[in-house]
């Protein structure tokens, strides 16, 4: 067998699927792995025993019968093929930063009842059956550990043959839980709701039975932090998939600031860049969600940093390339569709270093062309693999004029 040998695994697609030098696609195999004619396969070299029961049903991850090698080869090929898509060269493409097992601090789950039986998991991929997790090796173990203790809580409150979203993030007090599409009906109900919390020492538990969220539980502020700064956090508000991830992203930043000047931060969330680095200089932070923009306002205040935190629509009302050129560098972080209309603006603008966050590597090679088409190099770019075994990519480029 030969890297040649068109009936050869070469590399793993987008989606998942290994492909032959020959183009042919096949589901479940691994670079080295021969596809005979039939559709079955000889495993070669990069085959590795899943470390999941759950796999290949359940839909949380797909490439677990890849070795890390392979894993880190797809994620890096996840990240210069969508750039190679667009026309779009980096000077440097760094290692790529994989996270862990066991290491995802948020989740958002499906729980269902039929009779007596609660189910909790990730959907079965391609279809809409529940995969009752028994085990889980992304999900941190506390909150993999909450799961068996929430089928006995949604006997309480979960109607028969409904579903719920469990909704789970770990933050500074623990683990904060949203529950959503129960019903809470009658003393034993809603004293069960107090004792899950306690017992299991929530740091808040938030129940929404279709109308609004409404807080159970919360002994002190939920709170998560960044840059040392703690903020309010409106219950399951964005973070990054894990610590390590949310490191390697802040790094990869910090490392491309200027010494000095002003730093805008758009897209900026509850603040995990522009508290990282506005330690010492000036931050504008702007973001369209103003439940979230008012908490780092408050923090930002609280902690006496120098930062200004607008709320604004950034598809609607992109900052100007007059506005733009205040600034030493720009920090991006937009959502998976990316950030056309911003982007455009920074094409004509002068500002010397532009960081991108990107959860869509496709989003992120377009939004690129528009840069290089206004001048801008892209300096550097670095794959993230936060979501283990997944084929969702995520990366930091550093552009400069």
Known sequence: MTDTDPDIIIRIAAKGDGITANGRHAALTAPGDRLLADGTTIAGPHRVAPPCVHFPSCGGCELQHVDEASLADFVTGRVVGALAGQGVVAQTVLPPHISPPMTRRRASLRAARAGKTIAIGFAEAGSHTLIDLQMCAVLDPRLFALLAPLRGLLRLILPDKRAAHVRMSLIDQGVDLLLEGVKVEGLSADEGLGDFARVHGLARLTIDEGNRPQTRWE???????????????????????????????????????????????????????????????????????????????????????????????????????????????????????????????????????????????????????????????????????????????????????
């Open 219 to 401: 002994p002190e502020a939920a709170t998560v932090t960044f840059g040392g700064v703690p903020v309010a956090f409106p219950p399951f508000s964005f973070l990054q998939a894990t610590p390590d991830g949310e490191a390697a992203l802040v790094a990869m930043v910090r490392d491309a600031m200027p010494e000095s000047g002003a730093v805008a931060d758009l897209f900026c969330g509850l603040g995990t860049f522009a508290l990282a680095l506005g330690a010492g200089r000036p931050v504008y932070a702007a973001e369209g969600a103003r439940d979230v923009v008012l908490a780092l306002k408050l923090a930002g205040q609280r902690a006496q940093r120098r930062m200004v935190a607008d709320h604004r629509d950034l598809f609607r009302r992109p900052l100007t390339p007059e506005e733009l050129n205040r600034f030493a560098a720009v920090v991006i972080d937009p959502p998976r569709a990316g950030a056309r209309e911003q982007v455009m603006q920074l094409a004509q603008s002068s500002v010397p270093v532009i960081a991108y966050v990107s959860c869509n590597p496709a989003s992120f090679a377009r939004d690129a062309a528009h840069l290089l088409a206004g001048g801008y190099r892209l300096d550097q770019v670095r794959p993230v693999g936060q979501f283990r075994w997944s084929t969702h990519v995520e990366m930091v480029g550093i552009f400069r004029r």
